[in-house]
């Protein structure tokens, strides 16, 4: 959960350049699988969409769009999220991917990226990023 409050001051930093979207995927340390001991949450495999829908509102996501991956989990297997990325798409295409987290997730390649976009948009006409 502290990643998701530092990735959720990133996007109210640069929503003046970026739209944001988290996409929910499957859980990773499920209560009934791979537990994690500092979870702040127990939430069980999702068997159902509903379950993950359900997953997906404990987040405190204030500000930031989420959507939440299909059972067959065809998101996280398009973008190799397993089971944390980050993605800027600029036009409909991949501008910047992150490593696979969590070791891969590195919020301040994130904000480089952007600071670098930001810097090099004053001045011209800004496009819409989508990260």
């Known amino acids: 959960m502290t990643r998701l409050s530092a990735y959720q001051r990133v996007v109210r930093q640069y929503a003046d350049i970026a739209d944001s979207l988290l996409v929910y995927i499957e859980e990773a340390h499920p209560s009934d699988g ?24 404990l987040l405190d996501v204030q500000g930031t769009a989420v959507a939440v991956d299909t059972m067959d989990n065809s998101s996280n297997s398009a973008y190799g999220a397993y089971f944390e990325r980050l993605y800027i798409l600029k036009e409909q295409r991949v501008v910047y991917q ?3 987290g969590p070791e891969g997730y590195r919020l301040s390649e994130l904000r480089d990226w952007l600071e670098r976009y930001r810097s090099d948009a004053e001045g011209s006409k800004a496009v819409v990023l989508h990260v």
């Open 98 to 100: 992150g490593g696979r």
């Open 34 to 57: 791979w537990v994690s001991s500092d979870a702040p949450y127990q939430i069980p495999r999702h068997r159902c969409l509903e379950d993950r829908l359900r997953a997906a509102r």
